[in-house]
């Protein structure tokens, strides 16, 4: 095998590679200004003052939204294709699947509904 | 879309059991009848209609369903397991009162998922059906009263499946890559050596992984000891047997890729080798009897490999008998256990002690269940262990049939550790509440113990079946 220069300039990528990703790191560590203490190791350094502990305890209901809101937005995420597309279809295919799809949507809000999922409990049992 | 109703009718129904269980969950506690005493009749039907539509063939959907034999066998035996799982249930002492409609209700999206699962017949579909089989069972793991090792279970399980499920799309990308079709039946054309697409076999390792996670097979059967021994009796007996199925299914309409000699045939052998043993020498040190049950598992996972490496439509069929075997044999001895724990505690080996006397059909059955699972003659267990053999001797895995049969030998302490401490110490530990001995725990017990047996005296009719199946899917 020759070293030609499809090995140079492959050896050039890497190089380039690497260093794209070090050189930042390096030129911090050289150039960044040190400083310690103050707001630098607070929670968020911009806006307000946060108060206490991050380590407070928090009522579990924001996160059963959260993850709530997080699977419906995913859900509807998936209607966007579906309202582009759905001018040119024909027919009535495209439309039973997209009720499928909502059905089960439904469902599993009515699901939610009757277990109480959207009442915001004061304790939670 | 050639979309043919009555080719989906077992799908159907489970999928109206399910919502029919959904509205129930969703209403008053006071409503009746209450779920226990229904849905029993409701899955026996399932059965029957999963039996009434066996036969039918066809390929519907866009191609991505088939329905065939192979499909069909396992979906009577899911729609039977999911039957035997809902009776067995049906007494369950930790699980809560407001949950029980929506605990079946999971159980039966679970079913519905593996059924449709053992019908896939394109990559995406298979990963679509295998989530809704999986994500009831991530929710009702930790269902079992206020028990602090049924929630480090559900925790580990969805944990590690996440894991092989991430794995198993990673897989399918590269698959999609290189092969550039997810299609079944156009990847079995495609070159699978690692010299002519070694990016598609990768992939195809890694999209296996995802089933052998389901299957508990040796690097990825860690959850299931933990999960079984965290996991209330019953919902054990349901996770134990039923996605195994689907594994199974699943694997063997991938195994048509694997000729002979191919680096992922030669892998999956070595697994299945390394599971079998693995799993029979943890089992040995175990005293709890579902962790056991555990590690006999994986230990199954081991031997179902061997019918799907010889490349041939008999060795195919052996696995699917085989599946059947395991899914009958682990439905007896999970309905003992449950029988004997009255209380829904987990069992140890000693509180089986003096249970001939106790409860003489439960200890009948179970001595049926442990022959049955160290594979001997005349159950079940020995006729599948021996199609499995006679399948993969002479097609290149030698090695791999003389592993099986070396692990029985193993297995036999264990196994037989159960009938030792069921009828010969009767030294019984104090204070345990006496195993449930009415008409509903014999029957059911000795009607299990009767087809294990029966289907070991006869084997024929069952493995004809089996053998269809297998031609479904390599003629």
Known sequence: ?125 | MNFDITLVVPELYFLCLVLVLMIQSLGDREWKPVVEKWLPFGAGLGFFVAIVNYGHEGLMLWDVYRVDMMSQFFKIAIAFGFFVTVINAARQPTLAEGKRSDYYMMLGFSALGLMMLSSAVELITIYLALELASYSLYAVIPLRAKNKGAAEAGVKYILFGAVATALALYGLSYIMASQHTTYIAELMHKSWTFADQPMAVVGLCLFLGGMFFKLALFPFHFWCPDVYQGASNETAAFVATLPKMGAIVILARLAVFLKPGLEITTLLAVLGALSMTYGNLAALAQTDIKRLLGFSSVAHAGYIMVGLVSGTSEGLAAAAFYALAYLVMNLLVFWVVCRVAVDGRNLKLNDLNGLYKKAPVLAFSLAAGAFALVGLPPTMGFMGKFFLITSAWDHGYNWLVITLVLNSAIAIYYYLSLFRHAFTEDKTPDLTPAPDNSWFASAGAGLLAGAVLLAGMVPAPLFNLAVEAGRSLMP
Do not use: N, Q
């Open chain 1, 1 to 125: 095998m020759v070293f030609d220069w499809l090995h140079f300039s492959i050896m050039l990528f890497l190089l380039a590679g690497l260093l794209f990703a070090c050189g930042p790191l390096i030129l911090a560590g050289l150039l960044a200004p040190r400083a310690k203490g103050g707001d630098t190791g607070m929670p968020y350094e911009c806006g307000m003052v946060p108060y206490g502990s991050s380590w407070s305890r928090w009522g579990v209901s924001y996160y059963v939204y959260a993850l709530i809101f997080l699977a419906f937005d995913v859900d509807v995420l998936y209607l966007f294709p579906v309202a582009t597309a759905y001018a040119d279809a024909e027919g009535w295919v495209s439309f039973v699947k997209v009720f499928i799809f909502l059905f089960f949507l439904i469902l599993s809000i009515v699901y939610f509904w009757a277990k109480g999922v959207f009442t915001w409990p004061r304790r939670i049992r």
